[in-house]
Structure formats: structure tokens, C-alpha cells
């Protein structure tokens, strides 16, 4: 590879660093007449800016088309570029092809690896869940903040950044659209913590609390004038079905229930239903005791 064609390297590098998503670009196979060789590289971004080498033009736009879907989704691609009308596209068992009108006539094939940034989880809350969450969460791959009014950041060692007020107001640009929210107020400033998760354009809400107290909830947030389609659509009860009781398993359901939604798949709510009794073995029947009240040599009188 040539100097120019090790460019993605360091252009990898910053935007890591910035947070921003990239695909990795990689020519598989091709079949001459072609520019690219199997092994070129190229870094691609959504607004279509190519740094590295995959070929020419001609291939270019069904590249950056299929970066912006592989972006969007958070999957890997192949796609195959191949003399055909231009337009011409079909998806085969293994690959997608796309029609290259040029008069190259040559075909390549190109793997398509999306680099995502974190995903940005935000913790609404001080309770018990919520110390549990902000130290789960960076295990699998999440950033967190943690916003609570007068908030401890001791016991949020793990987060990022702890904001400590819930004041939407005062905490208004600190935080990036798009994340994920989780409200573990768990009866503490419940209401301001919904509105300051409304405040924050996330990608999905979820709300640690019963059916009952949640429908409460959003009719008190209608009547402050939040939109109604944001407020049907927080998650409550929130959190995956697993039979959770402690504050760490709680969050390890809810937990599971953000990864969900972050990779699109489907999620089961929490169903409230009482304690789970205790299963009981089966027991052979005994004999009764000698001189007991249960026959079997009982005492003569």
C-alpha cells in the first residue's frame, strides 16, 4: 500500500476520539479490468468522504449508500459492484449487488465493517438502581451520566460525568441528543426526573416504576404539555423479564432492555406479578415415627 492509501489510519484515529462513526471499507475480490486490488482499504463516512483507496468513481456512490444503511443499523455489509444497467440492484444470499454503469466492465467486492461510537447511556436518579446501573453499564459498552439533583459523584465512579441537578434548564447542552435514558428516581423527584429525560431528545426512555404509578405519571406529564407521542412512548415498567428483585438485578434487566433497543431486538417488559414462591422437592412418603400420634406402635393405654 502506498502512503496515500494508509490515510484511513490516522483519520480513524481522530474520529474515535471525536465519537464520530465511520465504516471500514475493504475490496475482497475483484474481477479485472479494476483499480482496486484484494486488501485496499478505505475509511468511509456517512456525509460520503472517503479516505483511503477502493477503486474508482463508478463504485463510489453504492459505497456510501450502503455506509449511511450500515451506519444507521450498527451491521456489517458485502456488497458487489458489477457491469449491469445502472440502477440495477439485487440482493443474493450472501451479498447485495449493485449495476455499475461505467464501461470498465471490471467487478469488485467490498466488506463493509461499521465503527460505532459507545452508546451513551443517561442514569436519571440516585437511587439504589441507579448506582447499580452507572456501574454495569460500563461493562458492556456504554457511557454513562448520571443526573441528579444534589447528587453524591462519589458513588458514581464509574460515569462519566455526574451532572448534579435535574434542572433541564441548568443542565441544557451538557448532553448529546440521542442517548438512551434511563429514570431510576424510584420515588424521589420522580416527575422532575421524567422531565428532565423529556428534555434530552434520547433515543428511547425507560422508567423504573409500576404500571400504575407510571400511567399516574404520564397523565401529569400531558398536563404540563409534553408531547403525547414522547410520553406514550416511555418504557414502564422497564427492564426485561427475569424475575428481578434486588437493586442489582433490576438494573441487570433494565440493562438488558437498553442492549435491546440499541440493537434493535425485540424486548419483553418487566410483567409485575407477585413473589415467586419457593419450588418445593417432592418427598418420598415415610414411615410414621415409633410412639408417635400417627399409629405405628403408638403407646397402649
Same mark, same amino acid.
Do not use: Y
Given at each position: 500500500? $502506498?502512503? !496515500? ?6 483519520? #480513524?484515529? +481522530?474520529?474515535?476520539? @471525536?465519537? &464520530? ?121 456504554? $457511557?454513562? !451520566? ?6 453524591? #459523584?462519589? +458513588?458514581?465512579?464509574? @460515569?462519566? &460525568? ?140
Amino acid at each position: 500500500m $502506498t502512503a !496515500t492509501s494508509l490515510d484511513w489510519i490516522s483519520s #480513524a484515529e +481522530r474520529l474515535r476520539a @471525536a465519537g &464520530q462513526p465511520f465504516a471500514l471499507v475493504s475490496v475482497v475480490r475483484v474481477v479485472a479490468p479494476s483499480s482496486a486490488r484484494p486488501g485496499d482499504k478505505a475509511l468511509v463516512t456517512a456525509d460520503g468522504r472517503i479516505d483511503g483507496w477502493i477503486g474508482g468513481g463508478c463504485s463510489q456512490p453504492a459505497v456510501v449508500r450502503t455506509v449511511r444503511q450500515s451506519l444507521q443499523d450498527g451491521q456489517p455489509r458485502m456488497i458487489r459492484i458489477a457491469p449491469a444497467a445502472e440502477g440495477h440492484e439485487r440482493e443474493l444470499s450472501d451479498l447485495l449487488e449493485f449495476g455499475m454503469a461505467c464501461h470498465s466492465g471490471g467487478t469488485v467486492e467490498l466488506f463493509i465493517d461499521p465503527v460505532l461510537p459507545p452508546a451513551h447511556l443517561v442514569v436519571v436518579g440516585d437511587s439504589p438502581v441507579a448506582v447499580s446501573l452507572a456501574e454495569l453499564a460500563p461493562r458492556v459498552g456504554l $457511557t454513562v !451520566t448520571v443526573i441528579a439533583h444534589d447528587a453524591d #459523584a462519589s +458513588r458514581f465512579a464509574d @460515569a462519566r &460525568q455526574v451532572l448534579v441537578t435535574d434542572d433541564a434548564i441548568a443542565f441544557a447542552g451538557e448532553v448529546e441528543a440521542g442517548a438512551f435514558v434511563v429514570v431510576a428516581t424510584q420515588g424521589r423527584r420522580d416527575l422532575q426526573g421524567l422531565h428532565a429525560a423529556l428534555s434530552l431528545k434520547a433515543r428511547k426512555i425507560f422508567f423504573v416504576a409500576s404500571a400504575r404509578k407510571a400511567d399516574v405519571l404520564r397523565r401529569t406529564l400531558l398536563e404540563s404539555e409534553h408531547d403525547q407521542a414522547e410520553v406514550d412512548a416511555i418504557v414502564a415498567p422497564a427492564g426485561q423479564a427475569i424475575g428481578a428483585q434486588t437493586p442489582q438485578e433490576i438494573a441487570l434487566a433494565v440493562l438488558a432492555a437498553v442492549i435491546a433497543a440499541r440493537r434493535n431486538a425485540p424486548e419483553k417488559e418487566v410483567v409485575e406479578s407477585p413473589r415467586a414462591k419457593p419450588s418445593v422437592l417432592p418427598l418420598p412418603e415415610l414411615a410414621p415415627i415409633a410412639g408417635s400420634c400417627c399409629g405405628g406402635g403408638a403407646a397402649k393405654e
